[in-house]
């Protein structure tokens, strides 16, 4: 069974910047689609960016389109997010989570595993 371990959260005032990691564990990273979803307190777990296995492909939710950016890096079996110009409405628990297959999807019950998530606050 996969791990996924996310780092890379903390508080940072509007308009800042963070990246979040996802190490993976596995022999199967390289084919795997990876994506990251989010939960605000009292709302359901959202969307936020998936990459294909290669990279070549990514897919983002309209609310931060241009502001984050996903990548990855198959050699150290971590996908990561790159989060700017970030809004108190980005605030939420942050998951990473890993699709068996190797193309994006962006709907939670596309994804077989799931980190324990780290948490971003944004201060206005």
């Known amino acids: 069974q996969v791990q996924l371990v996310e780092s890379g959260g903390g508080l940072v005032q509007a308009g800042g910047s963070l990246r979040l990691s996802c190490a993976a564990s596995?022999?199967?990273?390289?084919?795997?689609?990876m994506g990251w979803f989010r939960q605000a307190p009292g709302k359901e777990r959202e969307f936020v960016a998936a990459?294909?296995?290669?990279?070549?492909?990514?897919r983002y939710r309209d609310s931060v389109k241009g502001r984050f950016t996903i990548s990855r890096d198959n050699a150290k079996n971590t996908v990561y997010l790159r989060m700017n110009s970030l809004k108190p409405e980005d605030t939420a628990v942050y998951y990473c989570?890993?699709?068996?297959?190797?193309?994006?999807?962006?709907?939670?019950?596309?994804?077989?595993?799931w980190g324990q998530g780290t948490q971003v606050t944004v201060s206005s």
């Open positions: 989570a890993r699709r068996l297959i190797g193309t994006v999807a962006g709907y939670s019950a596309a994804y077989d595993s």
């Open positions: 596995g022999r199967t990273f390289r084919t795997n689609a």
């Open positions: 990459i294909s296995w290669s990279g070549d492909t990514t």
